[in-house]
């Protein structure tokens, strides 16, 4: 079982000054199931901590990746095809490649539960092996 993130939890717990910091930090802290980030998330969250913190967030972020507390998954063919197809279908949501990289993640290893601050976005797709995605942190 895994817990697949967007970039928002994992900003929010390297910013001690997000409104959001308590709440996903915990989330991380508590999680017993292996936290799983599309390798696009990586690049977003490169880009907004260095537009907004210090090289030490980011570099704090990497150490995880690289003691296997954080599992970075490669986008494979298959998924670009399936962002495609998702990017397509919410064109007017309108969904962009990082979230439909996360949805085709999720769905490629049939986890449901998704780290996202983006519910608006996340509770309207509807993913091809479940009903809905359990979105976390509530």
């Known amino acids: 079982m895994a817990l697949i993130c967007d970039t928002g939890p ?3 717990a ?4 997000d409104k959001h910091h308590q709440r996903c930090a915990r989330m991380f802290e508590a999680a017993d199931e292996v936290i799983v980030v599309p390798a696009p998330v990586v690049v977003e969250l490169d880009w907004l901590v260095g537009n907004r913190l210090s090289f030490d967030a ?3 972020f990497l150490t995880d ?3 296997g507390a954080i599992r970075v998954e490669e986008l494979r063919p298959i998924d670009y095809s399936r962002v495609r197809a998702i990017c397509r279908r919410y064109v007017d949501l ?4 990082v979230d439909a990289a996360v949805v085709a993640v999720a769905e490629r290893l049939k986890e449901a539960r998704v780290a996202s601050l983006d519910h608006r976005h996340f509770s309207v797709v509807r993913p091809a092996h479940v009903r809905a995605f359990e979105l976390v942190p509530s």
């Not at 390297?14 to 000054?17: A, G, P």
């Open 58 to 60: 980011f570099d704090a």
């Open 10 to 12: 994992l900003y929010a």
């Open 94 to 97: 309108p969904l962009g490649f």
């Open 65 to 67: 990746v690289e003691t």
């Open 14 to 17: 390297l910013d001690r000054n």
